[in-house]
């Protein structure tokens, strides 16, 4: 019983953990994409966080091979931080 409860409290906390990921990441259209410049032009949606409304603008990427699975007019989500002052993706995948 002791083991089933603690999986039960270790899948809560997996459950809740990728839902907040989830409901941070911002949804954009890819526009442009120079992987040796390590930069994404996205059409992103309303990013509170930034303060911004919805714009197209060019992303630094956290590593260029995060360009490697996506093609312009790609729908993705993404999240991003602002790094050394930059706008900066951390994340990014496909949208289904
Ligand atoms: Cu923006």
């Keep these: 019983m002791r083991v089933v409860s603690s999986m039960a409290t270790s899948l809560a906390m997996i459950v809740s953990l990728s ?4 409901a941070e990441m911002i949804s954009a259209d890819v526009q ?10 996205l059409k992103h ?16 990427v956290r590593d260029p091979s995060m360009l490697k699975g996506v093609k ?14 930059k ?3 951390t994340i990014m995948q496909k949208s289904q």
Excluded at 19 to 22: H, I, L
Excluded at 45 to 60: C, N
Excluded at 73 to 85: E, L, M, S
């Design 45 to 60: 949606g309303p990013i509170p966080k930034f303060d911004m409304s919805e714009m197209t603008m060019v992303y630094r």
């Design 87 to 89: 706008y900066t993706v």
């Design 72 to 85: 312009v007019r790609d729908k993705v989500k993404f999240d991003a931080d602002q790094i050394d002052g």
């Design 32 to 41: 442009k994409i120079d992987e040796a410049a390590g930069k994404v032009t």
């Design 19 to 22: 839902t907040v990921a989830f």
